[in-house]
Each structure stands twice: as structure tokens, then as C-alpha cells.
């Protein structure tokens, strides 16, 4: 359906989107992940034909963007961060105008208004101006702008961006309606928003895919592996051996706190591996006595945040398996190689590109 490759924009000296490819298969629905800057528009501005790439391809329905862009718009509807609506028209007269840009024939003009008007629930506010209307009205009149004709692909950016979560909700709901008939992509810098609504994560980092997977698989990521976080006396090589021979433990990873004269360890072990007790005998056989031990399931807030903190995409990440990133929040720094590993074994399984 949609075909990106080695997409690129710089604006001067900055790449904001970096050799980004993915497909897009029909009927589902698409999340752009990201943090702020992290090049989710700059994409959708490209995807749609609003800007230019500095390098790469776009293609609609086997028709490119910059060859054929009449053709390739055709397939597309596209509901911009800030909707160009225009404030001085009445809801119904910016439908007309809508519907006749896009070429409406006559005789299906009327009923299409009413249709698409009905789906994102303006019929009541025909009348009134656009200026006149609430932030989320807006925001419904722009998504029926990019609705009108059903174009086979919606692409719609931060939609839910300044709404109530009454009408968040409601927003969310009719995005996954659209999906019996359209292929929408949606972008959001909000984790649970495209968990709730996508069939399909893309995150976006730096203007590169670190990761591409269902939330499911994403979420079985996170549930995919437990942390444990100790203070322990004694010799660092003793401790590190002593772990390193507990069966079901991943990753190990020492700092020294030089306040308390104890090690930061820290381990990583799949999630079914509860392995406190081995832990505690090993250490007691070893004469390492630990001062703390606290275990933590790794989420997927942290796992979201540890992909986009990184400027390098997870191919490149992993070969660096042995790199240590901080943890946000607190000055603990986590082991990534349990992450990478499932994240690469999620990648071998299930990326699109
Ligand atoms: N016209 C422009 N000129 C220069 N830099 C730009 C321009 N547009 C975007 N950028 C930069 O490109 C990067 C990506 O911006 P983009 O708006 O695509 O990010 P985003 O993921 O959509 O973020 P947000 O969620 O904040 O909208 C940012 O660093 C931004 O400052």
C-alpha cells in the first residue's frame, strides 16, 4: 500500500528524518511513536507530498509521491498537527469547499457531507463558524476534511493532541471504526494512546526506527524481563563470578559506591526466573553479604524511553550490547542487553522493513 525507503529530510546541517523505511499493508492501523522532535511530522509531511525529501522514496498504491502526486494524493487523507481550517466558513460551507477540492462528484456531494459529518458527530454544529468552535470540534472537522471521499489511506498527525480525555475518547473510538474500510497511520508521542488503537507500533527516535512490532509483542517485551538491583560487600571478580554460575541470570552488571564501600549490582533475568533465593545462598556461601536487594519488572514506559534515548537504531544498539544507559529517573544504570536481545529477536520476527 505504502512503500518508504531510505527517506531522508535535513533542514541544513540537521537530519531531522534519518533513512527511514517501512511498508504499510492495507486495512490496519498504524502508530508513529516518539518523543517531541523525534520526526514523526516531518515523516507524514513527506508521506503526504507537504514537503520534499532530501533523499529516498515515497509510494502510494505503486504511484510515487514527487512523480505522480495527483495520483498518489488521491489515496490519502491527511489531518495535519494544525488542521488549515478556514475560521470565517460555517461547519456545512467547509464541507462543500472540502468535498469540491476533492472533487466529489455532484450527485453523492450532499449525502458524503452528511455521512462524514455524522461519523465525527458535527451534524449539530453545521451553522456555527469554525472560529466559533471548540479546540476538539476543530480537531473533528479537520479529521472529517481528511475523511471526505474515503480516501483509501487517513494519516492523521497527534490527533488527540489538546483534547479532553472525553473527547480522546471518543476520537480513539472513531479511529478504530475507520479501520473496516481505511488504512490509517496516526502519530503519537504517547505510549498508551497507539497502544490502545494500533495494530502496528513504529518508534521513532533521533528521525530513525529503533523498533517496529505489535503492542502485544512490545508489551511482551517488557514483560519478557525482571531486574534486580543489590548492594553487596565484598570482591568484585568473587561477586561477578558467584552470579555469573546462577542458572536463568542474563546479564550482570557492577558499579562500585564508593560512599557505602559496597558494589551497585544489578542483574537481568527472563521474567519467570525468580532467582532471590539462589542469589542470597550464593552470596552467603561466597561470605558477600548483601545490603539491599530489590527486584523490578522492567516496563514498557522504560523500554519506550530506553529505545528513543539512544540516537543509535536498535541494529546498531545491539552490536554495542555491552553499552550501559542511566535509567530515567534515578542514578541506577541498567544493563540494555536483555532488552536489545528480545527487542533483535522481536525485530528478526515481526519488522516490517
Ligand atoms: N522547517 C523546519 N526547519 C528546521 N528544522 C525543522 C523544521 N521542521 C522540523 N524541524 C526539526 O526537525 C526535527 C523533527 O521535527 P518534527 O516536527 O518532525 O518532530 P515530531 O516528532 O513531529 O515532534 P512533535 O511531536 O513535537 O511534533 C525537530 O528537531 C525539529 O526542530
Request: contains cysteine.
Given at each position: 500500500m505504502i512503500e518508504v525507503n531510505n527517506l531522508v529530510k535535513k533542514y541544513g546541517d540537521h537530519t531531522a528524518v534519518d533513512h527511514l523505511s517501512f511498508k504499510i499493508e492495507k486495512g490496519k492501523i498504524y502508530g508513529f511513536l516518539g518523543p517531541n522532535g523525534a520526526g514523526k511530522s516531518t515523516t507524514m509531511n513527506m508521506i503526504t507530498g507537504y514537503i520534499a525529501s532530501t533523499e529516498g522514496t515515497v509510494t502510494i498504491d505503486g504511484h510515487d509521491i514527487l512523480d505522480e502526486p495527483e495520483e498518489a494524493k488521491k489515496c490519502i487523507g491527511y489531518l495535519p498537527e494544525q488542521p488549515p481550517l478556514y475560521f470565517d466558513m460555517t461547519v456545512l460551507e467547509y464541507m462543500k469547499f472540502v468535498a469540491d477540492l476533492k472533487k466529489i462528484p455532484k450527485d453523492k456531494k450532499a449525502s458524503m457531507i452528511e455521512e462524514v459529518m455524522d461519523m465525527v458527530k458535527i451534524s449539530d454544529m453545521r451553522n456555527r463558524l469554525i472560529k466559533n468552535l471548540s479546540k476538539g470540534y476543530r480537531q473533528r472537522v479537520g479529521l472529517a476534511e481528511a475523511i471526505m471521499g474515503y480516501p483509501e489511506?487517513?494519516?492523521?498527525?497527534?490527533?488527540?493532541?489538546?483534547?479532553?480525555?472525553?473527547?480522546?475518547?471518543?476520537?480513539?473510538?472513531?479511529?478504530?471504526?475507520?479501520?473496516?474500510?481505511?488504512?490509517?497511520?496516526?502519530?503519537?508521542?504517547?505510549?498508551?494512546?497507539?497502544?490502545?488503537?494500533?495494530?502496528?507500533?513504529?518508534?521513532?527516535?533521533?528521525?530513525?526506527?529503533?523498533?517496529?512490532?505489535?503492542?502485544?509483542?512490545?508489551?511482551?517485551?517488557?514483560?519478557?524481563?525482571?531486574?534486580?538491583?543489590?548492594?553487596?560487600?565484598?570482591?568484585?571478580?568473587?561477586?561477578?563470578?558467584?552470579?555469573?554460575?546462577?542458572?536463568?541470570?542474563?546479564t550482570v552488571s557492577l558499579k562500585h559506591d564508593d560512599k557505602q564501600n559496597l558494589w551497585n549490582v544489578n542483574i537481568s533475568t527472563e521474567e519467570q526466573n525468580d532467582v532471590r533465593e539462589s542469589v542470597f545462598y550464593k552470596m552467603a556461601q561466597l561470605n558477600c553479604p548483601i545490603y539491599e536487594m530489590k527486584s523490578k519488572k522492567v516496563s514498557l514506559e522504560e523500554i519506550f524511553l530506553e529505545l528513543t534515548a539512544s540516537d543509535k537504531p536498535v541494529s546498531e544498539v545491539s552490536e554495542s550490547a555491552e553499552e550501559e544507559i542511566h535509567n530515567s529517573g534515578d542514578d541506577d544504570k541498567i544493563k540494555t542487553e536483555a532488552v536489545e536481545k528480545d527487542t533483535q529477536k522481536k525485530d528478526e520476527g515481526g519488522k516490517e522493513s
Open positions: 489511506v487517513i494519516i492523521l498527525d497527534e490527533p488527540t493532541v489538546g483534547l479532553d480525555p472525553k473527547q480522546i475518547i471518543e476520537i480513539r473510538t472513531l479511529i478504530k471504526n475507520l479501520k473496516k474500510k481505511h488504512t490509517v497511520i496516526l502519530s503519537s508521542h504517547i505510549l498508551s494512546e497507539v497502544s490502545a488503537v494500533c495494530d502496528y507500533v513504529l518508534i521513532i527516535s533521533h528521525g530513525k526506527l529503533v523498533a517496529s512490532d505489535t503492542p502485544e509483542n512490545l508489551g511482551k517485551l517488557a514483560e519478557g524481563s525482571n531486574t534486580l538491583d543489590m548492594l553487596i560487600k565484598g570482591d568484585k571478580t568473587a561477586i561477578e563470578q558467584g552470579l555469573k554460575e546462577i542458572e536463568g541470570i542474563d
